[in-house]
């Protein structure tokens, strides 16, 4: 099955914005909450963000007020709205399906993509 494209990346300056989309080719995408989450380098993979099948929205606590998760159905596609940007920010981001128990753990989500790079330089 077909896994997840993500796009969006780049670097860019502190306190500038991005916008990091995620593109579906399952004809399930709505029936899915989705998360977004990142790594930094030689660090674990963390939780970003996640929104459920009706757009409720939860945020980790580094990403509230800064970040903006969303999604469009008919797009089958995923975002992640991202301002304010900052160097702690700097990972290479993936989006998920989740699929069963907590947001915010990644061993309850599949369908990863192989992920879209974000470096914030200072």
């Known amino acids: 099955q077909a896994q997840p494209v993500e796009s969006g990346g780049g670097l860019v300056q502190v306190g500038d914005s991005l916008r990091l989309s995620c593109a579906s080719t399952?004809?399930?995408?709505?029936?899915?909450?989705m998360g977004w989450f990142r790594q930094a380098p030689g660090k674990e993979r963390e939780w970003v963000a996640w929104?459920?099948?009706?757009?409720?929205?939860t945020y980790e606590d580094f990403a509230k007020g800064r970040f903006t998760i969303s999604r469009d159905n008919s797009k089958k596609t995923l975002y992640l709205q991202m301002n304010s940007l900052k160097p702690e920010d700097t990972a290479v981001y993936y989006c998920?399906?989740?699929?069963?128990?907590?947001?915010?753990?990644?061993?309850?989500?599949?369908?990863w993509g192989q992920g879209t790079q974000v470096t914030v330089s200072s």
């Open positions: 399952r004809d399930t995408f709505s029936d899915y909450s």
């Open positions: 998920a399906r989740h699929v069963s128990g907590n947001a915010f753990q990644a061993s309850h989500y599949d369908s």
């Open positions: 929104i459920s099948t009706i757009s409720t929205t």
